[in-house]
């Protein structure tokens, strides 16, 4: 339970300094990219 609430806190939540302290999620909304990886991605 602490590691999957920490991976969502992590890709939700907590500021990325590589991403202009966006969290992941966040970053990619505003950008409008596509993600290829874990529960966002679905296949045509």
């Known amino acids: 339970k602490k590691l999957a609430k920490w991976l969502i806190d992590y890709n939700t939540k907590i500021p990325h300094s590589s991403l202009n302290f966006k969290s992941p999620v966040q970053y990619l909304l505003e950008n409008h990219y596509e ?3 874990y529960w966002t991605y679905t296949k045509p």
């Open 35 to 37: 993600c290829h990886m």
